[in-house]
């Protein structure tokens, strides 16, 4: 049937309740006659509305989300900025300073108790006199610190440590022996024994002394990508022990002006967090090493930032820096700690062994617990590094419970990796000394030393 305007206006009024629950359509109102006087819209239910209101509605939206996003980019602007204004603040306290943690209330103590008793001079020019030249007066060239050490846990038992001793006191006492000793170590030839990598012409420039080369097969190699020069070459070794996947130390010369940013590449590729230096920068009016690191504040190798962060004298024989190192090219940072030891002359011997000792149970103090290798370096890498690097490796096989222990056959290994490591007799014997004073000092305290494993 058909329906006039009248009454379909008069239908849609009676249903417009059933239009908005059925089909979300809301009728406001509904007449005849002039169109320009009744509005002739509808409003959806369900967030359809007119055009412009939709328009509106999204302008809103996008209006809202900008000045989040303002908002937000100056909260990170103003973080960013106080991070990097404080950050050297804190160095001392974060987790990053853990290799230094372990001696920095004892420095305070020990700086307090030295101020009181100094009458003048400060901390800093005596850091740089120590640093560069020896004093050859008696007095300076003792150990005077008053934070020695005793051996730390160790599985040696008695009758092992006996062995020992006889063993050393037989070579100490009996000069023939030892010399003959000596004689079949300068004999030995390691093989392979390449040096052709380090012998290129432009790798010559980077080694201190011609005669002192890392072989092909052990040398460190470095990410030429990431190196100031586009080499991967460094004079540098890496020394195992017992896992040849694993390096334990890697022996090195002393670094010089112009191969400063490959020692800090080095030691970021390698994850290395302790250093162990045994030479002074100068030593009788000679060049032993450059100084690699800021005497303050901080210093930029290639894409390396070295902060120091700290500066101890412990005694007359050894201080201790502590270095904050960034990768400005990746934002990472890490704590890196110099062990410094001053009372060893170049192609000489330490003036005390007990001294030598003390300060290698700082440095394995700081490094305990560590998978890193530890970086040795005096000017040449092969005298003074390699008497400390065989020393270190004789005394933690003894501490890991080794029964046998052949101070000849372990040079030997070690020379198999790094060529003239322990260039004298002296230094060998000098290996000797210390390991029969460090195992007369270890049965002296076994008792107490074992006690906390048997509880």
């Known amino acids: 049937m058909g329906l006039n305007a009248s009454e379909l206006s008069k239908r849609i009024g009676d249903i417009k309740d059933d239009l908005r629950r059925e089909i979300g359509v809301v009728v406001t109102s509904v007449g005849i006659g002039d169109k320009t006087k009744l509005p002739s819209m509808m409003r959806l239910g369900g967030g359809l509305g007119s055009g412009g ?27 960013a900025r106080r991070h990097s204004a404080n950050k050297l603040q804190g160095l001392t306290s974060t987790a990053d300073t853990e290799p ?9 103590a ?10 003048g001079g400060s901390a800093a020019q005596r850091i740089a006199s120590l640093s560069r030249e020896s004093d050859n007066s008696p007095s300076s060239r003792s150990s005077t610190s008053s934070w020695s050490e005793d051996p ?38 390691a093989d392979p024994c390449a040096t052709t990598i380090a012998q290129r012409p432009e790798n010559e420039k980077k080694n201190r002394y011609p005669n002192a080369l890392p072989y092909d097969h052990a040398r460190v190699v470095l990410n030429e990508l990431s190196n100031i020069t586009g080499s991967d070459y460094i004079n540098a070794s890496t020394i195992t022990d017992h896992d040849p996947r694993n390096p334990a130390y ?36 000679s060049q032993m090493c450059h100084r690699y690191w800021p005497e303050e504040g901080s210093e930029l190798y290639h894409i390396f ?13 050894y201080l201790v820096r502590s270095f904050y190192l960034k990768n400005l090219k990746t934002g990472e940072t890490r704590t890196v700690t110099q062990f410094h030891f001053l009372s060893w002359p170049d192609g000489g011997v330490p003036v005390s062994v007990k001294a030598l000792l003390e300060f290698r149970r700082k440095v394995n103090k700081s490094f305990r617990g560590r998978s890193c290798p530890i970086v040795i370096h005096c000017s040449d890498g092969v005298g003074r590094s390699g008497t400390y690097c065989l020393l270190d490796m004789v005394l933690n096989r003894m501490a890991k419970g080794a029964k046998e222990i052949d101070i000849a056959a372990t040079l030997e290994h070690i020379r198999d990796q790094r060529a003239q490591s322990v260039a004298t007799k002296q230094q060998f014997q000098t290996v000797l000394a210390a390991v029969h004073e460090e195992v007369q000092a270890i049965l002296r305290l076994l008792p107490q030393l074992q006690q906390p494993q048997q509880q």
Request: charged residues 20%; negative net charge.
């Open 110 to 119: 020990r700086m307090s108790s030295k101020n009181q008793n100094d009458g």
């Open 100 to 108: 230094s943690k372990h001696y920095q209330d004892l420095c305070r």
């Open 53 to 79: 209101e939709s328009d509106m509605y999204v302008a809103l939206v996008i209006v809202c989300g900008v000045l989040a996003a303002l908002a937000m980019s100056a909260a990170l602007l103003f973080l």
């Open 305 to 317: 930032e070295v902060h120091l962060v700290s500066e101890h004298i412990w005694c007359d024989d």
């Open 152 to 189: 730390t846990l160790t599985n040696m038992d008695v009758s092992t440590g006996q062995m020992v001793l006889a063993y050393m006191e037989e070579h100490l006492k009996n000069k023939e022996k030892l010399e003959s000793e000596w004689t079949a170590l300068c004999a030995y030839e």
């Open 250 to 285: 890697i022996v090195t010369q002393g670094p010089l002006p112009h191969t400063a940013p490959d020692l800090w590449q080095m030691i970021w590729e390698q994850g290395c967090v302790v250093i162990v230096m045994l030479t002074r920068l100068i030593e009788n009016d």
